[in-house]
């Protein structure tokens, strides 16, 4: 099920970082359309850093920084020319719904490890909250709790306990309350509910 869950999620990433992708491609057709010297530009930004990687796979620092001399000049032109058309500095990346791991739900780490970004985690946490009964938090809490609504009949033979179950749920409410308040501390055990199925 989680995997079902997170390959949906994982699906809905992809669509949303192509979309960003395309919105892109068009903000750029239609700028450089206007100006196309920003184009030349891009265009020579793009090429001078294919020759700085080759450069660096083979080991030839000799033109390495004649092209940083370039590129540089290249972006000073390109930050002007932002500036004379008032042109927003991010207009030309993709507007991803979340810049950290650029919609693909994941980061790597300093140790060059593959982790799930905190968006991913937010949105399964999210997903999980809304399956279960806790979005009923504002109209099922302690202050709407009645007790009176439990019998308060000592049965027994129906119940197995010799207290009322209005005097049982008391007592589960109040180890339930003790919980939450000492719930940091170490000697605090975790509470289980059961009971037959359905039942809530
Ligand atoms: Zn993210």
Redesign the pocket.
């Known amino acids: 099920m989680t995997n079902e869950i997170l390959n949906s999620l994982l699906k809905e990433y992809d669509r949303k970082k192509i979309q960003a992708e395309i919105d892109l491609d068009i903000r750029k057709k239609e700028l450089y359309e206007k100006i196309p010297e920003l184009q030349k530009i891009e265009n020579d930004l793009s090429t001078y850093a294919i020759e700085t990687t080759k450069n660096i796979l083979l080991y030839k620092n000799n033109s390495a920084n004649d092209l940083k001399e370039k590129i540089s000049l290249l972006n000073t032109k390109k930050n002007e020319i932002f500036k004379k058309y008032n042109i927003d500095k991010n207009y030309l990346t993709p507007n991803y719904?979340?810049?950290?791991?650029?919609?693909?739900?994941?980061?790597i780490t300093n140790n060059y490890q593959k982790q799930m970004?905190?968006?991913?985690k937010q949105k399964l946490i999210d997903y999980s909250f809304n399956n279960s009964n806790m979005t009923n938090l504002n109209t099922e809490n302690f202050s709407t709790f009645n007790e009176n609504i439990f019998s308060d009949d000592v049965d027994i033979q129906k119940y197995k306990f010799n207290i009322s179950p209005r005097e049982n749920i008391k007592n589960i409410k109040k180890k339930c309350e003790n919980f939450i308040v000492n719930f940091d501390k170490k000697e605090t055990k975790n509470l289980l509910f059961t009971g037959n199925t359905g039942l809530r």
């Open positions: 719904n979340c810049s950290i791991c650029q919609d693909t739900g994941y980061v970004c905190n968006c991913l």
